[in-house]
């Protein structure tokens, strides 16, 4: 059976999820809070360091608003592959709370070699106000859908200047078995022969891990390390991460487009570009 055209619109069931100040420490060790100087980042790793009150990385917000999808029909899941993600908060996340989040099927859209499938996800709080919307995209290979719906033309282009921000950060080795503690068991990101299967010297980091990882560049840098100007983040996977690799996150201020409006891109230590076509916003959420 291909891929369901008629999913298209469709929304899954409300989940309501809570979480706690140890869940979002926990997801902050993830992403590499505090590597290399754990007195750095202390207000994302502890809760009871003097002077310092817990804040939550915005990212984390990409793991809150997740919920159940809707079948999109029957393909091959080793073909496919995570391909863009994007976040915008409509208030600074707190350090615990419960909240609502509903997915639904945007658009499939054929390309050359697969499918482009893209859904959203949107999480109010307890009191039903906007808190997260999400959007994601995923790339399954070898699948077409027949679709009127053709994207709209990315005018991302890197400025011919040095960034106004650079950040490298390093990953820990054993980095996607502490992401994996978040939720995120695929064992290609945990299990050799796995890893192996699937064509790859050995388990690869979680793409949302890199994702994170550069939230955290984003926001210690252009941000001022306050996740009151943090409003969103959108980017494009374009290659993986071994873990115990370095990242370095170019960041531009994107001139001639609205205010805070920021352009960057991800990189291994070899120059690879590992999230392209970045996008974010300074400013408070809205």
């Known amino acids: ?41 202390l207000s ?8 310092v009150e817990q804040q939550v990385l915005p990212t984390f917000g990409v793991l809150l608003a997740q919920a159940p999808g ?27 709370g419960t909240l609502r989040a509903q997915a639904r099927v945007e658009s499939m859209e054929g390309k050359r070699s697969g499918a482009l499938v893209t859904t959203s996800s949107t ?24 679709s009127d719906h053709t994207a709209p033309a990315d005018d991302w282009a890197q400025p011919d200047r040095a960034p106004d921000w650079e950040v490298t950060l390093e990953t820990r080795p054993e980095q996607a078995l502490l992401y994996r ?17 699937a064509g ?29 100007q943090f409003r969103a983040m959108s980017g494009r996977f374009s290659s993986p991460v071994l873990p115990g690799e370095a990242l370095t996150v170019r960041i531009w201020r994107h001139e ?4 805070g409006a920021l352009l960057f891109r991800t990189l291994r230590g070899d120059g690879t570009v590992v999230i392209d076509r970045g996008r974010a916003e300074v400013g408070a959420p809205e």
């Open 1 to 41: 059976m291909p891929l369901d055209l008629s999913a298209v619109g469709r929304e899954g069931t409300v989940h309501e999820r809570s979480w706690t100040s140890k869940d979002a420490l926990l997801y902050a060790v993830g992403v590499g809070a505090g590597l290399g100087d754990p007195s750095q980042e």
């Open 44 to 51: 994302f790793t502890t809760e009871n360091s003097h002077g």
């Open 70 to 96: 809707v079948s999109i029909g029957e393909f091959n899941r080793a073909m496919l592959v995570h391909a863009e993600q994007e976040i915008r908060l409509h208030r600074v996340l707190p350090v615990e």
């Open 123 to 146: 999480a109010v709080d307890a009191d039903g106000a906007p808190l997260i919307t999400t959007r994601s995209s995923i790339f399954i290979r070898g699948e077409q859908v027949e």
């Open 181 to 197: 503690l978040n939720g995120d068991r695929n064992p290609l990101h945990s299990d050799p022969a796995f890893a192996a299967r």
């Open 200 to 228: 790859f010297e050995r388990p690869i980091l979680h793409g949302l891990c890199t994702y994170g990882i550069t939230g955290r560049a984003l926001l210690m840098s252009a941000m001022g390390g306050d996740p009151g």
């Open 256 to 259: 001639g487009g609205a205010d």
